[in-house]
């Protein structure tokens, strides 16, 4: 199947600093990239989505000031957490869709699990 | 009412067992059925999909679609200690965006 890297795996910051994780499809062309929040023991929350060439489509609560998401080619999206605080730390997962709709799945990154201390 | 429902478990069934996993939606323009498996820790990871009425078969994994009730299921066969995870059942309705459940951990004991 197809291949979504997510960097990094693990990151901790201090409250206060912003943290850019990247998503990368290594062997196909995403259109669209989501970006997903998973507390302990909950479902996969959609934060927002993100077209290539175009302005992220935050869900519902999510602020698009703190979470910056810029998609700039058809390969890479990034999640910037900016002013982190520790409410924040959390597992962000990215997924992407192929280009060509071969297959209407996304595939998942490995997920960054963020601690903000 | 939530768009997609999972009984959250646990469920514990023992080694060989047939697991059943079931999943209600509430859009009936839903179009497409996922149901994905998720380790602790880890991210989730496909398992099968699904579009149209009826079962579909991969190896020991069987999905079942009802789209008059709404409801879609996952049954897996044999199982395995391996197979114990969360698996969580995701719709796809218009658009690109998935909803997930709550998910459904399952136990699988040698």
């Known amino acids: 199947g197809a291949v979504v890297s997510q960097h990094p795996s693990r990151v901790i910051c201090k409250s206060g600093t912003s943290v850019k994780i990247e998503c990368r499809s290594l062997d196909f062309q995403a259109t669209t990239m989501f970006w997903y929040r998973q507390f302990p023991k909950q479902s996969l929350m959609l934060m927002a989505t993100?077209?290539?060439?175009?302005?992220?489509?935050?869900e519902q609560g999510v602020e698009k000031d703190k979470f910056l998401i810029n998609h700039a080619s058809l390969t890479l999206s990034t999640l910037t957490v900016t002013s982190a605080h520790p409410e924040d730390s959390s597992f962000y997962i990215c997924?992407?869709?192929?280009?060509?709709?071969?297959?209407?799945?996304?595939?998942f990154g490995q997920g960054t699990r963020l601690t903000v201390v | 009412q939530k768009e997609v429902e999972q009984n959250s478990g646990p469920l514990s069934v023992p080694e060989g067992a047939i697991a059943s996993l079931n999943c209600t939606y509430s859009d009936r323009g839903s179009q497409s059925f996922f149901w994905y498996r998720q380790y602790s820790g880890k991210s989730p990871e496909l398992i099968m999909f699904i579009y149209s009425n009826g079962d579909k078969e991969d190896g020991r994994f069987t999905a079942q679609l009802n789209k008059a009730s709404q409801y879609v299921s996952l049954l897996i066969r044999d199982s395995q200690p391996s197979d114990s995870a969360t698996y969580l059942c995701a719709v796809k309705t218009s658009g690109s965006r998935l909803t997930f459940g709550e998910g459904t951990q399952l136990t699988v004991n040698p």
């Open positions: 993100s077209n290539e060439g175009s302005k992220a489509t935050y």
């Open positions: 997924s992407a869709r192929e280009y060509n709709g071969r297959a209407t799945e996304a595939f």
